[in-house]
C-alpha cells in the first residue's frame, strides 16, 4: 500500500507537548495519526474526549470555597468601606494562624 503525506495545522505549543507525550510512550505523531484513522473507519465517529463532569465541578466548587471571604453584608454596616470590611474579614478567618 503507498503511503501518503498528512498536514494538518495545529498551535505549536499543543503539536510540542503531545509530541512530548507520545514520546515518553515509544510512539510517534504519525502513530498517533494512524490511530486516529483506524479508530474513525472501525466506529465511523470522530474520537471524542470524555471527561468526568463530576470531578472538576466538585475541585472547583472547593477551590471557590478555600478562596472566598465568607462576609455577612447585612451587618458590615452602610458606613464601612470595602477595605476594612476585606480586613475585618481576613482577621476573622486567619487570625489563628498568626
Do not use: H
Not at 31 to 53: C, G, H, N, W
Amino acid at each position: 500500500m503507498a503511503d501518503t503525506l498528512v498536514s494538518a495545522r495545529i498551535p505549536k505549543a499543543k503539536k510540542e507537548s503531545v509530541s512530548a507525550l507520545l514520546a515518553s510512550m515509544d510512539a510517534t505523531v504519525s502513530d498517533l495519526i494512524q490511530r486516529s484513522f483506524d479508530y474513525v473507519l472501525a466506529t465511523k465517529e470522530m474520537p471524542s474526549v470524555q471527561r468526568s463532569a463530576e470531578k472538576p465541578v466538585d475541585e472547583f466548587e472547593a477551590f471557590c470555597a478555600d478562596c472566598v471571604l465568607d462576609i455577612d453584608w447585612s451587618v458590615a454596616g452602610a458606613d464601612s468601606s470595602y477595605d476594612s470590611i476585606i480586613r475585618a474579614g481576613k482577621v476573622a478567618d486567619y487570625e489563628s494562624l498568626a
